[in-house]
């Protein structure tokens, strides 16, 4: 699949198409459309099917969207435009990943909708003691010098700095990544900065020949077992714009 000049697969790394850990959902090109404004749509609907991979049978239940570039990308801006999507028990993502291997991996956009269809807005403005937010958050995963997998944490994008309800608006999620620097953006707001022994090690992770030296870029919408949750789409996630800028 072509799109904003860069080509695309629903596959993960090894062409592998379901996860043995999420064996309740498979990725599906049915799930991916393009509109006349090239505005891509990713959503999931239930289609039981047996799928074989590595050796295995698996019978899942849904078919979600993944898209993966097939080109490679090292040190740059990158970004889109995100209307994420609505519903209950779904994830949305926008992220890079190492081409090879994971870790390393940077979630620009990490957007988790949960079974009253509203952890996307995670704020209460009953309790103004609380920091207002959005639950669209960014992170970092890395492999430390032990070889463990570990992350820098999850954090919000502030409300201060998002004003527009990330489900009824486009907002334009942004992240620069440098050797020694990565800095993440909402509508072209700085959300949050990491330097430091994190940005050092995901580096390492990228520059060692055993680890990858470059990064895909992702974006998907997937859900929770529906053997625990209700799952539903009434929006699918919408993206445009893609652009990434090398450094």
Request: aromatic letters at 16%.
């Amino acid at each position: 699949m072509k799109w904003c000049g860069y080509n695309w697969d629903c596959k993960m790394e090894g062409y592998r198409i379901i996860h043995k850990k999420q064996p309740w959902q498979w990725y599906s090109l049915d799930t991916i459309k393009i509109d006349k404004n090239n505005t891509l749509e990713l959503f999931i609907k239930k289609n039981p099917k047996e799928i074989k991979f590595d050796g295995e049978i698996f019978n899942p239940q849904y078919e979600v969207s993944t898209m993966r570039t097939k080109e490679d990308f090292s040190y740059g801006t990158f970004s889109a435009e995100i209307m994420v999507p609505k519903g209950r028990n779904l994830s949305a993502s926008f992220w890079l990943t190492g081409s090879g291997n994971w870790p390393p991996e940077i979630d620009i956009m990490e957007g988790f909708l949960g079974n009253n269809g509203k952890w996307f807005h995670c704020f209460q403005k009953a309790f103004p003691w609380i920091k207002l937010g959005w639950s669209t958050t960014n992170n970092v995963v890395y492999r430390d010098e032990q070889m463990n997998q570990t992350h820098i944490g999850s954090r919000n994008v502030p409300y201060l700095k998002q004003s527009f309800a990330p489900d009824d608006f486009f907002v334009e999620y942004k992240c620069k990544w440098e050797p020694d620097k990565i800095t993440f953006y909402a509508n072209g707001k700085i959300v949050r900065g990491i330097t430091g022994f994190e940005c050092r090690q995901l580096t390492k992770n990228i520059e060692n020949p055993e680890m990858g030296f470059k990064m895909n870029v992702i974006f998907n919408v997937w859900c929770e077992n529906p053997e625990n949750h209700r799952i539903d789409i009434v929006q699918p996630m919408l993206v445009r714009n893609f652009k990434y800028i090398p450094l």
